[in-house]
T-cell receptor, first 112, second 114 residues
Framework: GDSVTQMEGPVTLSEEAFLTINCTYT??????LFWYVQYPGEGLQLLLK?????DKGSNKGFEATYRKETTSFHLEKGSVQVSDSAVYFC???????????FGSGTRLLVRP | DAGVTQSPTHLIKTRGQQVTLRCSPK?????VSWYQQALGQGPQFIFQ???????QRGNFPDRFSGHQFPNYSSELNVNALLLGDSALYLC?????????????FGPGTRLTVT
């Protein structure tokens, strides 16, 4: 079945460091891809999305490119801040299934 | 715009009891989905409601049931609670036509089963 695999955390970085969180997917069709962020004690917020191959989603300095050839959607940010500390979830959506399929999440800790 | 709201925020129940969680969708949204997020894991899809009908269901037992009302709000019911049902329950709403591109999540209800 369709699935999402994320790198395990926690990822610990110093402020202003470069961030990469790896995400790969398995899908029988052509999914839309998403990154969601969850701050402590809160629900999920959509961070960025891409709907087709080679699309780049971006928001708040975060970017991810939909790579069909490698079935990947890695999240990157050039310079992280303490306020970016949260759990990040990669997810896919198939129109045929009406549901989001999430990875297990990657916790990011940014130290001052 | 209030966004997606859920109630209650927290709930403690005893094994074997029944629980009802509530969700009000974002204004203009007619589709509601429910997800279960166990501690340290990603959300798992329970089911989706559209036009007061269950349109899709994930791999959850029949103890999990739901309802959607004419005003698009929704309830999630869980019967015969098990310790393993302890989790954060998330509601997401969207306009039907938006599919996955328009999913807005509420803050969740944290259920603890003792």
């Amino acid at each position: 079945g369709d699935s999402v695999t994320q790198m395990e955390g926690p990822v610990t970085l110093s402020e202003e460091a470069f961030l990469t969180i790896n995400c790969t997917y398995t899908a029988t069709g052509y999914p839309s891809l998403f990154w969601y962020v969850q701050y402590p004690g809160e629900g999920l917020q959509l961070l960025l999305k891409a709907t087709k191959a080679d699309d780049k989603g971006s928001n708040k300095g975060f970017e991810a490119t939909y790579r069909k050839e490698t079935t990947s959607f890695h999240l990157e940010k050039g310079s992280v801040q303490v306020s970016d500390s949260a759990v990040y979830f990669c997810a896919l959506w198939m129109d045929s299934s009406y549901k989001l399929i999430f990875g297990s999440g990657t916790r990011l800790l940014v130290r001052p | 715009d209030a966004g997606v709201t859920q109630s209650p925020t927290h709930l403690i129940k005893t094994r074997g009891q029944q629980v009802t969680l509530r969700c009000s969708p974002k204004s203009g949204h007619d589709t509601v989905s429910w997800y279960q997020q166990a501690l340290g894991q990603g959300p798992q899809f329970i089911f989706q409601y559209y036009e007061e009908e269950e349109r899709q269901r994930g791999n959850f037992p029949d103890r999990f049931s739901g309802h959607q009302f004419p005003n698009y709000s929704s309830e999630l019911n869980v019967n015969a609670l098990l310790l393993g049902d302890s989790a954060l329950y998330l509601c997401a709403s969207s306009p039907r036509i938006a599919g996955g591109l328009g999913q807005y999540f509420g803050p969740g209800t944290r259920l603890t089963v003792t």
